[in-house]
């Protein structure tokens, strides 16, 4: 069965770098999203993407994020300045239309 | 406003009981789906119900949905130790990009 994956599993970084958060949504899917989970707290959504552009986004989502679909498979999500408090668990999901969202295992990000 | 609150918070029973938790929500949804999350793990999709449905049925899962009422249950029948998990309502608005918007869960534990 397709699923979505997610690269790294696990990501520690310094306060200040960037990363770069890897998700390969299912093929014939659409829609795509990034979710974050800090622990012990809501799955929040950040921003979702649609035809090669942002279809919306959240409060949280400010001018630190980005993400881009650079080729047919790969879809990123991009913090240019990391901070303590985006220490989380980073979802991506994706649906083939408006509908059932399938998330990927996640990726833990951990500020130092 | 908060959309998408489960109740209870947190859930104990002894395997073969039933298990229901309920969700709230507070503005008009395009459809409410229901994840599993297991421990530090990702989301797993349940079930879908669309806002002109009002019941629906997978396995062991029955979902109810009352638009009038803005709430739906998740119904687990004939539990298992493997049905312990977190449990989250996730709605998805008509003026949106589809994006889900979770509530805190259900900790739910099954005791063998």
């Known amino acids: 069965e397709p699923e979505v994956t997610q690269t790294p599993s696990h990501q520690v970084t310094q306060m200040g770098q960037e990363v770069i958060l890897r998700c390969v949504p299912i093929?014939?899917?659409?829609?795509f999203y990034w979710y974050r989970q800090i622990l012990g707290q809501k799955v929040e959504f950040l921003v979702s993407?649609?035809?090669?552009?942002?279809?919306?986004k959240s409060e949280i989502f400010d001018d630190q994020f980005s993400v881009e679909r650079p080729d047919g498979s790969n879809f990123t999500l991009k913090i240019r300045s990391t901070k303590l408090e985006d220490s989380a668990m980073y979802f991506c999901?994706?649906?083939?239309?408006?509908?059932?969202?399938?998330f990927g295992p996640g990726t833990r990000l951990t500020v130092l | 406003s908060q959309q998408g609150e489960e109740d209870p918070q947190a859930l104990s029973i002894q395997e073969g009981e039933n298990a229901t938790m309920n969700c709230s929500y507070k503005?008009?949804?395009?459809?409410l789906q229901w994840y599993r999350q297991n421990s530090g793990r990702g989301l797993v999709h349940l079930i879908l119900?669309?806002?002109?449905?009002r019941e629906k049925h997978s396995g062991r899962l029955r979902v109810t949905l009352d638009t009038s009422k803005k709430s739906s249950s998740l119904l687990i029948t004939a539990s298992r130790a493997a049905d312990t998990a977190s449990y989250f309502c996730?709605?998805?608005?008509?003026?949106?990009?589809?994006?889900?918007?979770f509530g805190s869960g259900t900790r739910l534990l099954v005791r063998p």
């Open positions: 503005t008009s949804i395009n459809n």
């Open positions: 093929s014939n899917h659409l829609y």
């Open positions: 119900i669309r806002s002109n449905e």
């Open positions: 993407f649609y035809n090669n552009e942002i279809s919306e």
């Open positions: 999901a994706s649906s083939e239309q408006s509908d059932t969202q399938y």
């Open positions: 996730a709605t998805a608005r008509m003026d949106s990009s589809y994006k889900l918007i």
